[in-house]
Every structure is written in structure tokens, then in C-alpha cells.
């Protein structure tokens, strides 16, 4: 085997949903100055003993059952999260342990909204080398637990939910090398610190590095998986506000890709935005299966990560 591919997606999200309506009576805003925005309508929020390894193992049970493998089969765990709320364990062997893996290696990822393809490139470069053959690889947020409900240009952001891909080897590619760095002098334009805890963002900095910055790494990502932006089935973008999404999937000149825009539904999901997303469109058969899916997002740090996948 030289190479990695996805069998399966999952996904997961709790029944709760929180409305602009909703919003309305909690902080000052509205409908208007949301959608007008970011582009969200709802988001999903966990209950609050509802916790980030619960939600990712949900999602993680639904990407095997797709896959039509057992957690026994799994010999790789790999968690992408900034939310939990414990230190030790990690939630990836916690998730090992709710699933039935055996003895797999089971680490978490902590680069916040871009921990997805992050992790992802892990797992197929373990898969690669030899050092794993089967992996799961979830991205899980519990937003909600870090938002100041006070602040009406954050508070109406956020979304809980998890995705999750099993990921398998393959004898020919089809994860393309990864294309990921980061801006540490914008570190912090993204986070959630000490003693307050609370997610916070200049959001300003940020959407306007995203949308001069980021083209042009994801035509990287198209170059290094060796696939024209005219060739992409769909492009699946880290879920942040509708305004990035859709200028920067028409400036790479993705002219025949889906554009999943899953932010509408469930708003920002931080880790959890991209497989949440892609599974909600494999799920509902609006991208052909084996076309090229760009994968690509940003977050804390202020890190990013690409690369380009074979749908399942």
C-alpha cells in the first residue's frame, strides 16, 4: 500500500437549536445583522451534560457503521478539539474505549478550527509509513461551554456537533500531501485564554487575512495534489462565516464544485466544521463519489491546513 483514502464519513449533532430568534432575547442583536454578517440562521448546542467525547463518539460510531467496520478494527484514534474540559485522558482514548478499539495509538489535536485536516494528515501519513492501517479521525467541538453569551459579535457564532472519517490504505493515493503553516505573530487574533475562558476573536484581522491570504494557499493545495480548481467536486471550507466561504471558492475559480455552506445550519463548529459539513453532503449524495473534495481551514494559532480527498 502507498497511499491512504477515506471509506467513510460520520456525523453528529444534538437535537437543541438555537435561532437568531432565540438570540434575539438574549443579547442585543438580530436576524438581519447576523445573516448580513456571517450567514448563520441556527446552530446546534449540546445539552449540558453532554460532553465533547459523547458527541465525538456518536460521530465516530455513525463513520464505522458507513464504513461497515467495528471499533475493533481501528488501530489509530486521532481527536481534533480545543474544547475539552479535561486534561487526562484525551478524548481520543476515551473514544477508543467507547468504540471497542483494541490497542490503538489515540492522540488529540488542539489547532482549534483548522484541527481537522490537521489531523487528517496525520493519519494518512501514519498510514503511509506503515505505522497504522486503520484510523478515525474526528473533529468534535463543544463551543457553547466557551462563549461569552454577553458579547453579540462572538456569542452568536458558535455551534457544538463532531464529524469523523475512517480512514484506511490504500494502493493508490487518494489524500493528497498536506499544505499547512501558521502566522504566529497573529496567534492570537483566535482564542480562548486564561483566567476568563472565553472564546475571542479580532474578527476584523482575521477576515481580512482570510480572504487577501488564504486563495492563494488553497491553490497551493490544488498544485501539490496535482488537481485543477475547474476538477474539484466540491470545496469544503472551515465553516466560519458565509462571507469567507464564498469569495474564496470563486477566487480559486472552483467554477464546478458543491460549496458546502453548513455554516448557515449550524454556525461556526470550530474542528468539528469540515467532516460535519462534508458528511452532511456525501450523506445527502450532492458530490460524486471519487471526485476530487478540496478540504481546507484556519484557526487558532493562527494555523492552517489543506489538503484534497477522493469523496467516499
Not at 467532516?275 to 484556519?298: I, N, T, Y
Request: charged fraction near 20%; aromatic fraction near 4%.
Amino acid at each position: 500500500m502507498v497511499g491512504s483514502r477515506v471509506l467513510a464519513l460520520g456525523h453528529y449533532q444534538p437535537s437543541k437549536i438555537l435561532t437568531n430568534a432565540d438570540l434575539e432575547q438574549m443579547v442585543d442583536t438580530t436576524d438581519e445583522w447576523i445573516r448580513s454578517r456571517v450567514g448563520i440562521a441556527t446552530r446546534h448546542v449540546a445539552a449540558e451534560d453532554e460532553s465533547v467525547s459523547d458527541m465525538a463518539t456518536k460521530a465516530a460510531e455513525h463513520a464505522l457503521a458507513n464504513a461497515g467496520l467495528t471499533g475493533a478494527d481501528i488501530d489509530f484514534v486521532i481527536v481534533a478539539t480545543c474544547t475539552a474540559l479535561d486534561r487526562s485522558p484525551n478524548m481520543a482514548s476515551r473514544v477508543a474505549a467507547a468504540v471497542g478499539a483494541r490497542t490503538p495509538a489515540a492522540i488529540d489535536v488542539n489547532t482549534a478550527c483548522s484541527g481537522f485536516p490537521h489531523a487528517m494528515a496525520l493519519a494518512d501519513q501514519s498510514i503511509r509509513t506503515g505505522s497504522a492501517t486503520k484510523a478515525l479521525v474526528i473533529g468534535v467541538e463543544k463551543l457553547t461551554d466557551f462563549a461569552d453569551w454577553t458579547d453579540r459579535t462572538t456569542c452568536v457564532l458558535v455551534g457544538d456537533g463532531a464529524g469523523a472519517a475512517v480512514v484506511v490504505a490504500a494502493e493508490e493515493p487518494e489524500i493528497s500531501p498536506v499544505v499547512w503553516g501558521s502566522v504566529p505573530e497573529m496567534g492570537g487574533a483566535v482564542r480562548i485564554e486564561a483566567p476568563t475562558n472565553t472564546f475571542a476573536q479580532e474578527g476584523q484581522s482575521v477576515y481580512r487575512w482570510a480572504t487577501t491570504t488564504l486563495p492563494e494557499v488553497a491553490l497551493q493545495v490544488c498544485e501539490r495534489a496535482g488537481v485543477k480548481p475547474e476538477e474539484l467536486g466540491a470545496v469544503v471550507l472551515h465553516q466560519a462565516n458565509l462571507r469567507i466561504i464564498e469569495p474564496l471558492a470563486r477566487k480559486i475559480g472552483a467554477v464546478n464544485a458543491v460549496v458546502a455552506k453548513d455554516v448557515v445550519d449550524s454556525g461556526n463548529t470550530s474542528a468539528a466544521s469540515i467532516p460535519l459539513a462534508l458528511s452532511k453532503l456525501v450523506e445527502r449524495g450532492e458530490v460524486e463519489k471519487g471526485s476530487p473534495v478540496l478540504l481546507f481551514a484556519f484557526g487558532g494559532g493562527l494555523s492552517y491546513a489543506g489538503q484534497i480527498i477522493n469523496c467516499p
